[in-house]
């Protein structure tokens, strides 16, 4: 969404599918001013299903076959939620993702794909490989691979699914694990295929030519093909068919009609007898119209073949559809082609064309079937550069309440007027949870002109405050992050959270939504406070320019166990709880840089407190600890070099990476905030030995929510570890250790 237009409609986007990556594309090359777009995805890399059997057989890599809806979404100027929507509330319009608040819409649309029907048989969840979700499979995918490897005499791979998907997968994946067994001078012989469908042919969406084709190809291959052949239950050695009929197996892949998801029948949507969303010829709900569907989930009038085609189709008419739903202006029906060309292929870079009765086959198709999806996702994988804003021009969503809000808006106050106002500020605290500790006299839930607390004998309250503007565009999200970024110095020291007062920017906007912002940012606030122990005795909020947040955070703890930066003892061991790379990462994700899963990574990292890494590390005798953050690992290690007097050796490739880390650096996006971290450069002894090690500009990275650095007693320094893995600190490493101060004015060693 354009920056400086203020929000009047939210377009919530369900799924990454195959015709939400054009809705993106298309939003991104050409914005809508006033609309804000949320993508809610189960997979921030979405698989493209045309490639998806190439990878499997070995044509492909993994970033080749998947969109990254990470930078997608960027260029769409769409937040992205990672989450994976399990109902929609219509009434109310919201859409229930599990562990986060419910997301506001003004329209809805829903690409979120179906997946093999696997309920009405028995076991076949449990002793099956199901291809959906992609994502699980290929891992299982993986597994199997060394499953066959490592196994010694006959293994049997049974496919279950005659359609395009089944016979691809067993030629796909049939021609990798020969290639494989070919590689370790193993015997081919060895594995057998058989393939399983209930129908009375397979590919019955294809034409007779096209099966011809496809039964001569598998009986080539070896693969036993079983028409008419119900799989009524799957057990863990093998698949039972109606009538009587056994077929044992190794592995079993599942690839059966497509099943819709139950969240829209449960949710009130009208569907189809199968439970996927009934819409009209302009892919809109014959029940609801402010909600959207298209690809797998949509049962469309004129009913077509599930499959990746249809919805990469419908795409820009969804797009469109969208915009004029958004202007309430009439919308374009689809018209789905009756006749379209299906390239399917052999695994071993060979594929059948299929066109109504016309059928061929040949190596020269696979080329063909190759240029074609490439250039498909270089659509998407290659975004071009961003448009020009234009400048707002809202005279077509804006109602008229909206316009009446609106004019208000420029004429906004500062100072005290700048505050969220009162109406908005109680309705949200009486949304969220109340929060009480004995010893937080004065709190939100009986508020006055400040918060009091009481200090237990024994105790001393440390405080902390940290405030900034957000880094992402997902208010919930962003609440819980900065919440553990301010707790970070609460647990360094060694205390227990206590309280906090929270400080709120949100930016300028018609009510409900500044309502829901401030809500969403202060639920992530919440669910990052209530499991450390700490409640959120009252805080400030205004309006402004952007979304920015803070907390001062208090903690007690006893005088004499604070745990400080002086204190590291020559011989110490240190440790990393946490990887690094936060600052670089997302300088790339905001100029479109990033992969959508290293940002992934990078949140899923700042979302883990140091609550419990700071007591373990309490446990194992640690003699000094602080919180890497803004100035990154080696402005916090200089810091404590010079509170303990002494010097560290720091082992620069034993310093934990969040992955892309390294290629950002390499490509020299960095923070704006490094070059301020560089300066300390003169703390290393030897920087000319290490300044082009592609590691070494992150030693100056600055952290957000970042791990805990620490020097423990060399004995103590592996169990400690390994108990820090276990409490769910994976990269938790030695990084280095303490050496006694020496005469050199850098006290930092870094070695390779
Ligand atoms: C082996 C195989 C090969 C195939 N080959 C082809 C082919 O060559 N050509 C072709 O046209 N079709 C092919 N198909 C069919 C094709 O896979 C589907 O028809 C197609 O993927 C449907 O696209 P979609 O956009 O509806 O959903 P999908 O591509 O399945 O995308 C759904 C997206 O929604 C996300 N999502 C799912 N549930 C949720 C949720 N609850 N909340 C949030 N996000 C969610 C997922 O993460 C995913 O990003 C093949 C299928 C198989 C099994």
């Not at 090359?29 to 998806?52: A, C, E, N």
């Not at 970033?63 to 994976?84: K, Q, S």
């Not at 707790?487 to 205390?495: P, T």
């Not at 169990?719 to 938790?732: I, S």
Request: net charge neutral; glycine share 10%; hydrophobic share 40%.
């Amino acid at each position: 969404m354009q920056a400086d237009a203020p929000v009047l409609k939210d377009i919530v986007l369900v799924g990454g599918g195959h015709a939400h990556v054009s809705v993106l594309r298309m939003f991104g090359m050409k914005p809508m001013p006033g609309v804000r777009l949320t993508l809610i995805t189960r997979d921030i890399h979405t698989p493209y299903s045309g490639m998806l059997p190439g990878y499997i057989a070995g044509h492909y890599d993994c970033d080749e076959i998947h969109i990254d809806l990470g930078p997608l979404a960027r260029f769409a100027g769409a937040r992205l939620y990672h989450g994976e929507v399990d109902g929609i509330d219509p009434g109310e319009r919201l859409v229930h993702v599990p562990g986060r608040p419910p997301v506001h819409y003004d329209l809805l649309s829903i690409n979120s794909g179906s997946r093999p029907r696997t309920v009405d048989v028995p076991g076949a969840l449990a002793n099956a490989l199901p291809i959906k979700p992609v994502d699980r499979w290929l891992h299982q995918w993986q597994a199997l691979q060394e499953r066959v490897l490592n196994s010694q005499g006959e293994f049997r791979m049974l496919v279950v699914g005659g359609g395009a998907g089944g016979v691809e997968l067993a030629l796909s994946t049939q021609h990798r694990l020969k290639g494989l067994l070919r590689d370790q001078d193993d015997q081919l012989s060895r594995l057998h295929y058989e393939l399983l469908t209930d129908g009375p042919e397979i590919l019955p969406t294809h034409n007779a030519g096209v099966r011809r084709r496809f039964m001569r190809v598998l009986a080539e291959r070896g693969i036993a093909v079983h028409l008419n052949s119900k799989v009524i239950a799957v057990e863990p050695t093998g698949v039972q068919v109606e009538g009587g009929d056994f077929h044992p197996a190794d592995a079993v892949l599942w690839v059966t009609v497509a099943a819709a998801p139950e969240w829209p029948a449960k949710s009130g949507l009208a569907v189809d007898r199968e439970g996927f969303i009934a819409v009209g010829r302009e892919l809109r709900s014959i029940s609801h119209p402010e909600i959207f569907a298209a690809g797998d989930i949509a049962s469309l009038p004129d009913p077509r073949p599930k499959s990746g085609v249809f919805a990469v189709r419908q795409g820009p008419v969804l797009a469109e559809n969208l915009r004029r739903a958004a202007e309430s202006r009439p919308l374009k029906p689809y018209r789905p082609q009756k006749r379209f060309l299906g390239l399917i292929s052999t695994g071993d870079t060979y594929a059948v064309a299929s066109r109504g009765n016309w059928s061929l086959e040949g190596r020269l198709l696979w080329t063909w079937k190759d240029w074609i999806d490439r250039r498909f996702m270089q659509r998407f994988n290659e975004l071009p550069e961003m448009g020009h804003d234009t400048g707002p021009d809202l005279g077509r969503i804006a109602d008229a309440d909206a316009i009446r809000e609106l004019s208000t808006l420029a004429m906004r106050c500062g100072g005290c007027g700048a505050k969220v106002g009162s109406t908005v500020l109680s309705r949200v605290i009486n949304r969220l949870p109340v929060q009480r500790r004995e010893d937080v006299l004065i709190g939100l839930d009986s508020p006055d002109d400040a918060a009091a607390f009481e200090v237990p004998p024994g105790r001393i309250m440390v405080q902390s405050v940290d405030y900034f503007r957000s880094f992402i565009d997902d208010p919930y999200t962003f609440g819980r992050i900065a919440s553990n970024h301010a707790l970070g110095d609460i647990f360094a020291m060694g205390a227990a959270a206590q309280s906090a007062l929270a400080i709120a920017t949100v930016p300028y906007g018609r009510e409900r939504i500044v309502e829901q912002t401030l809500f969403e940012l202060m639920s992530g606030a919440l669910d990052s406070l209530a499991p450390t122990g700490a409640v959120l005795a009252g805080g400030h909020s205004s309006e402004g320019a952007e979304l920015a947040f803070g907390l001062t955070v208090n903690g007690l703890i006893a005088k004499d166990a604070l745990l400080r930066k002086g204190g590291m003892q020559p011989g110490d061991a240190l440790i990393l709880t946490k990887p690094i790379g936060t600052g670089t990462l997302f300088a790339a994700d905001m100029r479109g840089r990033a992969k959508g899963r290293w940002i992934d990574e990078a949140i899923q990292s700042m979302l883990v407190s140091n609550q419990a890494a700071a007591a373990c590390l309490h446990r194992h005798g640690a003699t000094a600890c602080t919180d890497v953050t803004g100035f990154g690992l080696l402005g916090h290690l200089v810091e404590m070099t010079r509170a303990s007097d002494v010097d560290v050796q720091l082992e620069l490739g034993a310093v934990p990476l969040i992955d892309g880390a390294e290629q950002t650096a390499a490509a020299g996006i960095l923070s704006s905030l490094q070059p301020q971290n560089v300066r300390l450069r003169r703390a290393v002894r030897n920087p000319e030995a290490l300044s082009t090690h592609a590691r070494y500009p992150l030693l100056f990275d600055p952290q957000t929510a970042g791990g805990l650095l620490a020097s423990v007693p060399a004995d103590a320094a592996s169990p400690c570890v390994d108990k820090l893995r276990e409490l769910g600190y994976p990269h938790a490493i030695i990084i280095g250790r303490v050496e006694i101060r020496t005469t050199e004015a850098a006290p930092v060693q870094v070695v390779g």
